[in-house]
């Protein structure tokens, strides 16, 4: 069955690095990733979305990068601010035009 | 253009009850698709309705279903309530025909807790 996975629960970085979170999946590439971002006790908000042949994409401080050898995408906040601190979560369909399954997310926090 | 909005946003019920979760989605938007995100468990695909016919189904026991109606809004219903059910339900709602080909736009959730 298609996994997505995210290794870190939690990440703890100093204000003004740039914070490096991974998604691997499992199976076959899917056509696209996604990745959200979740504030406590609200929805996950849509940030990125990169495609099966997109090896980056950038928004703002934000950057995706998509690896089909590696089975890997990284997102990446540059200049962080404890603004940022939040649960990110990165998502795949299942297969081809189906439901979405998420990974268990990774909590970034920032510290002044 | 008004979000997703999702009644009621919290809800205490017992177990053996049942309950109906309501969801309306972005103006102009047709498919829908509901979530269950426990701190175990994460967020979970429960199903997805398109245009009031049910496109996709998650792992899930038939105690939960669902429906569109032709204005696009969306009901979740659990029966049977058990502890397990409690959890935060989560809608979300894109333009096109299958979700997840492009943005999901999440509404704020339903906080469901079972005694």
């Known amino acids: 069955s298609q996994k997505i996975e995210q290794n870190s629960e939690a990440l703890n970085i100093q204000e003004g690095k740039t914070a490096t979170l991974t998604c691997n999946y499992t199976n076959y590439s899917p056509a696209y990733l996604q990745w959200y971002r979740q504030d406590p006790g609200r929805g996950p908000v849509f940030l990125l979305l990169?495609?099966?042949?997109?090896k980056e994409k950038r928004k703002e401080r934000l950057k995706v990068t998509f690896d089909t050898t590696l089975k890997q995408s990284l997102f990446h906040i540059t200049a962080s601010q404890p603004a940022d601190s939040a649960t990110y979560l990165c998502a795949r369909p299942y297969s081809s035009a189906s439901k979405i399954i998420f990974g268990s997310g990774t909590r970034l926090s920032i510290r002044p | 253009k008004a979000g997703v909005t999702q009644t009621p946003r919290y809800l205490i019920k017992t177990r053996g009850q049942q309950v109906t979760l309501s969801c309306s989605p972005i103006?102009?938007?047709?498919?829908v698709s509901w979530y269950q995100q426990t701190p175990g468990q994460g967020l979970q695909f429960l199903f997805e309705y398109f245009s009031e016919t049910q496109r996709n189904k998650g792992n899930f026991p038939g105690r939960f279903s669902g429906r569109q109606f032709s204005n696009s809004r969306s009901e979740m219903n659990v029966s049977t309530l058990e502890l397990g059910d409690s959890a935060l339900y989560l809608c979300?709602?894109?333009?096109?025909?299958?979700?997840?080909?492009?943005?999901?736009?999440f509404g704020p959730g339903t906080r469901l807790t079972v005694l």
């Open positions: 103006s102009g938007h047709r498919s």
């Open positions: 979300a709602s894109s333009l096109g025909e299958t979700t997840g080909k492009g943005e999901q736009f």
């Open positions: 990169i495609r099966e042949n997109e």
